[in-house]
């Protein structure tokens, strides 16, 4: 027997704005929204979501999960969640391929170059 992944989950100071942040980000669209959790998905019917839920406090430190998005315009897509509200982050990643940047509240991901 194995397990299927059902989500994962973020804590978030806004959960409703940080959803719809990655929402917007990643062409999802909320699923459910309670005062407690808000979900995203790519549809309804199709795992995994990520829920949003509420947090006290501010993030500490470097993060120990992170998104990898692998669009097919590098430069672009950074670009255009940058303008979304999107900073670039130095984690100590040095000469990479790849850029790191954070969601409005800090949460560091990857945008990855084209598969060669």
Known sequence: ?????????VDARDPAR?????????????VTEQPGA????????????IVFVPL???KQGKSRLRLDLRPADQEAEVERL???GARHVD?????VDWTVLADPEGNEFRV???RG
């Open 56 to 58: 006290s406090g501010d």
């Open 82 to 84: 940058v303008d979304m």
């Open 18 to 30: 940080l959803a719809r942040w990655w929402a917007e980000a990643l062409g999802y669209q909320v």
């Open 91 to 95: 984690v100590g990643q040095g000469e």
């Open 38 to 49: 808000v979900e995203i998905r790519q549809s309804a019917d199709r795992l995994p979501g």
């Open 112 to 114: 990855l170059r084209q």
């Open 1 to 9: 027997m194995v397990s299927v992944w059902e989500s994962l989950t």
